[in-house]
């Protein structure tokens, strides 16, 4: 028996850990994710063929989102998530709330603006084209916290709490751009906030917290809504099949359970990545005011100190 149309079997076993990871999933984000760390590594490799050098601490980063999202959408976590509300929910964290933060730890746009050839005098090649895309007004209005909060929340509730979900689950196309959405949108929301590519707006680091901890609890307040339904609440998975052995309701407080749970791991993630580059920017600020005192000797100390005596002059 097929679900939905997606040519798999529902008659899954018992769901373990193990079965979970076996290979397999969605050959889309397979694809997806060879291509990302190809592409990647072509743009280091450029980098360094030339004698640039690039942090290995972003490629770590860049690799490993990478790998989240294949982990999730390139095994049999995929089966099971069409059938599994709590798996489902583990997906849909991973993808939209951890793989987002380390592919924008990676520097993906910072490493393509430096490794991307230009394209000449009054000529247009993709280095130009990113550039504009920059600063355009859609990058703008997409990047700015009005939008990508709202956006953010509405994922959640304006989905799951509507039968736009069912719909989007009831064919493989629809899966997937139901993935491609949380994975786009889980990027749009946290790359001002790390701040690491450059982009139109960019606040200071408190309120990038402030920004953090605004869209943060409504995973939360979602997981609890899941958890304290006395009834199933999404229709894909009010009938799982029989060879899982699982309860629907017992299913969906598991999700919420994990939903609530989740939403504390990137808060922490981002807090720690947003102290150490306010830890740098301070650093690099006090050297470039060193350094700058080093060139003039001092000057301007010696300027402020012969400012407070000729105040002193006048006083007498």
């Given at each position: ?49 030339r004698?640039?050098?690039?942090p290995?601490?972003r ?17 049999q ?25 380390l592919?924008?730890l990676?520097?993906p ?5 430096r490794?991307?050839?230009a394209?000449g ?7 130009e ?5 920059l ?8 990047s700015?916290p ?8 509405a ?30 949108v889980?990027?749009a ?30 995973h ?10 006395t ?8 009938h ?20 609530w ?5 990137p ?7 947003l ?8 650093a ?21 100190n012969?400012?407070?005596a000729?105040?002193n002059?006048r006083?007498?």
């Amino acid at each position: 028996m097929d679900h939905s149309g997606h040519g798999m079997t529902m008659d899954l076993p018992p769901f373990t850990l193990g079965r979970g990871m076996e290979f397999g999933g969605d050959p889309f984000f397979l694809v997806g994710s060879l291509l990302a760390l190809v592409l990647y590594g072509w743009a280091v490799a450029r980098l360094r063929r030339r004698g640039d050098a690039w942090p290995v601490g972003r490629t770590v980063a860049w690799v490993i989102g990478v790998l989240t999202v294949a982990l999730v959408m390139c095994t049999q976590l995929n089966d099971y998530g069409m059938v599994m509300f709590s798996v489902h929910m583990v997906q849909h964290m991973v993808i939209s709330m951890l793989s987002p933060i380390l592919l924008l730890l990676g520097a993906p746009v910072t490493l393509a603006l430096r490794a991307l050839p230009a394209a000449g005098r009054g000529r247009k090649g993709p280095r130009e084209l990113l550039v504009a895309l920059l600063h355009s007004r859609y990058m703008r209005i997409i990047s700015h916290p009005a939008f990508t909060i709202p956006l953010f929340i509405a994922s959640l509730y304006a989905l799951y709490f509507s039968p736009i979900f069912d719909f989007l689950m009831g064919s493989r196309v629809g899966h997937i751009a139901m993935m491609v959405h949380f994975l786009a949108v889980g990027l749009a929301f946290f790359w001002p906030i790390m701040g690491v590519d450059p982009g139109p707006h960019r606040p200071g680091y408190v309120m990038r917290m402030l920004e953090l901890f605004a869209g943060m609890p409504f995973h939360a307040f979602f997981g609890i809504a899941l958890m304290m339904g006395t009834e199933p609440m999404v229709a894909t998975y009010l009938h799982p099949p029989a060879s899982l052995g699982i309860d629907p309701l017992s299913d969906q407080m598991a999700a919420g359970g994990i939903a609530w749970a989740f939403s504390e791991i990137p808060s922490v993630v981002v807090l720690i990545a947003l102290v150490y580059q306010w830890y740098r920017s301070e650093a690099r600020q006090s050297q470039r005011a060193d350094r700058a005192a080093d060139r003039n000797g001092d000057q301007d100390l010696a300027d402020y100190n012969a400012y407070l005596a000729s105040l002193n002059a006048r006083g007498r």
